[in-house]
């Protein structure tokens, strides 16, 4: 005789209603906790691409990439790990830039 592992539908049905009901009594209310959520403001989290930059600036976008491997340029950050993970600027840093650039020119 062979013993299946598998559940049946109305198993299947009970574990998943009382997981349910188990998540839900645990569940903390926000609203009860002391510690206030963390609110990041929209205009902070807009993060440039590549193109963005080079439009801004006025320069090709491979102009860019030239100068991360050269480690000149506006800084920037790699969202997440690899060589493949997308390149990003934040507006902060592209401002310090131009003004670092103007300074320099003086």
Same mark, same amino acid.
């Given at each position: 005789? $062979? ?5 049946? /539908? ?10 349910? #009901? /188990?998540?839900?009594?645990? =569940? =903390? ?6 510690? &206030?959520? #963390?609110?990041? *403001?929209?205009?902070?989290? *807009? ?5 963005? #930059? &080079?439009?801004?600036?006025? #320069?090709?976008? !491979? @102009?860019?990439? +030239? +100068?991360?491997?050269? $480690? ?10 690899? @060589?493949?993970?997308?390149? *990003?600027? *934040?507006?902060? !840093?592209?401002? /310090? ?10």
């Amino acid at each position: 005789m $062979k013993i299946s592992n598998r559940l049946t /539908a109305s198993s299947r049905i009970r574990s998943y209603q009382t997981d349910q #009901v /188990a998540a839900s009594s645990t =569940k =903390k209310n926000p609203e009860a906790s002391s510690e &206030a959520p #963390v609110m990041l *403001r929209r205009e902070s989290l *807009r993060l440039l691409t590549t193109e963005n #930059v &080079a439009e801004l600036l006025g #320069v090709a976008p !491979a @102009t860019l990439i +030239w +100068w991360r491997s050269q $480690k000149q340029g506006p800084n920037w950050l790699r969202l997440g790990r690899g @060589t493949r993970a997308p390149i *990003r600027y *934040r507006p902060e !840093a592209i401002e /310090a830039y131009i003004a670092q650039m103007e300074s320099a020119e003086l």
